[in-house]
């Protein structure tokens, strides 16, 4: 079963060898996951309990509640704000705007342009449940808040980030998750994440290629790299939507390859989250699989593997 | 109390000068209501519960669970189908497509076209409601059915269908409300209506003009007759956003100044709601308030006041 991994000890990714074509000619379709969703884990004790590990494993993600303090939401809060009044960032190239107005969508990189987020990159609370769940040293492949604005926030399509990371970026193999930090409260009516439990489980091979630049637009509104109509109806027809409605200071932890999406925002209630992408060192990435050029640096950790977070260290 | 209407029982509108200047040159602003919302019954029998009757009066809306059998919703939908596949409909202007889209947002004037929805409009269970809220005889002043499909559904933005009727439409006074039929389910995550409750006491008068033939482009995506922000945040603060999720066949009842809107729909599960809007016959249309020239008659029943349903009939 390829949830319960357990008996998989002797997992080793062939790097180089694309093992999800997506986007090159196949017509859309779903086919098996040929990766472990949980890895036989290097730390001692578990950072989280067993029902918790089996709803990740089986449903494909989980929600923690309380992780970090008002206090600690607060500093968040304020870093945010400060990073989105920040001339050098904004001009950086490192920010994304709703498609049709100047608002702040997303600010990716903050793990390393902003000191707060750096240090809650490598937060045990986080750090640990993230090399546990995958087995390995992990480091951040990508980090971003998405501050969907209120009044005028718009939808993020379905999509599994594995598949773009797999087309776009090279990650080889499914060994890496994200975690969300809530920053705002996710109402039912802000534009929550919306999760296809069980969907992980499968790879929604998508139609179309990719085109040259492609990031300058799917950050805004993805076009490519989306399933189809049917291989989501499939999957919703067996797993249902799940919407993430959450206190600020809880934690979302997904796997790579979970099918998730939001709505829009026309309340005045703005939703922002803040996402760390842990990956396994043994799973960095190689050559794009789309054959294009690598997107760049701030959207995937390819020279600057850092931090990389221990287990043996989170683990104590 | 505004909303305590059994006192006001020499209410006869003047029906020619604006009570209600909006989109005019004056700044956004919250101004009271000048009109009850509940009106003196002709109606001997309330046809709902006196808590019901309160919730109206103060929230600005009920909503009355399985009205409507499954087999009479089946019956509706089936129509709504025939409906969408009818040439004859599709080219007569009466269809509004989604922005960017071919597929269908909404189809006015469903009362006269469609035999089916026709009787829905005199249905006992909807009109006796109208009349007794309004106290007085009433017509359809306009119906829609608004589906919003799946997968690429787009929001409605914030806004008071009163402010829209009263300055497009020349409706005088707020002396009407719409009844929206669930004709699928309705869930947090499918792009629900949106209430503001307690909005429909206060008037937001809205900046900007009118451009000409503004329906054109309102119905897809309005931008001219919304709230400001500032408005928009003040109701929310004092009365919250309420969603409503409902099953097919229950019926919801709202004032025609409440401040309602709904978000997008990625989810596969299209979200159809029939809506009929019942005016008092003491409250016809006279020239649009904005001095331009109406909008067509499958908008706003201007020439063909029909039906005009009979409090004496329906309280039978």
């Known amino acids: 079963m390829l949830s319960d991994s357990s008996e998989q000890l002797d997992f080793t990714p062939e790097i180089d060898m694309d093992c999800y074509p997506s986007r090159n000619g196949q017509k859309a379709q779903l086919?098996?996951?040929l990766d472990p969703v949980t890895y036989p884990p290097k730390a001692q004790l578990p950072p989280i309990g067993q029902a918790a590990i089996k709803q990740y494993a089986t449903q494909g993600f989980i929600v923690l509640e309380d992780v970090f303090t008002a206090e600690e939401v607060g500093n968040f809060q304020a870093e945010l704000l400060r990073l989105e009044e920040d001339e050098s960032i904004r001009s950086s190239g490192e920010i994304i705007t709703e498609p049709g107005s100047d608002e702040i969508r997303s600010i990716f990189r903050v793990h390393e342009s902003s000191p707060v987020f750096k240090q809650v990159a490598v937060d045990q609370r986080l750090a640990s449940v993230a090399s546990y769940l995958l087995g390995d040293d992990v480091y951040i492949h990508q980090s971003r808040v998405n501050s969907k604005p209120g009044l005028s926030g718009k939808e993020f399509?379905?999509?599994s980030d594995f598949e773009t990371w797999h087309v776009e970026d090279?990650?080889?193999?499914?060994?890496a998750l994200s975690i969300s930090i809530s920053l705002t409260e996710n109402f039912?009516?802000?534009g929550p994440l919306m999760f296809v439990p069980g969907s992980h489980l499968q790879y929604a091979v998508c139609e179309g290629s990719t085109p040259k630049n492609h990031f300058l637009s799917s950050?805004?509104?993805q076009e490519y790299g989306i399933p189809s109509n049917d291989c989501l109806q499939t999957l919703i027809e067996k797993g249902d939507i799940v919407s993430i409605?959450?206190?600020p200071g809880?934690?979302?932890v997904f796997d790579c390859n979970l099918i998730h999406g939001s709505n829009s925002n026309i309340t005045p209630h703005a939703r922002s989250n803040a996402f760390f992408v842990y990956n396994s060192v043994n799973n960095k990435v190689v050559s794009p699989f789309s054959g294009l050029l690598p997107r760049p640096e701030h959207i995937c950790s390819r020279n600057?593997?850092?931090p990389i977070i221990s287990t043996a260290k989170v683990s104590t």
């Open 31 to 33: 086919v098996d996951r």
């Open 157 to 159: 399509y379905w999509h």
């Open 170 to 175: 090279g990650m080889p193999r499914m060994r």
């Open 188 to 190: 039912h009516h802000n």
């Open 219 to 221: 950050l805004k509104a």
């Open 245 to 247: 409605v959450s206190k």
């Open 250 to 252: 809880s934690v979302t």
């Open 304 to 306: 600057k593997i850092n």
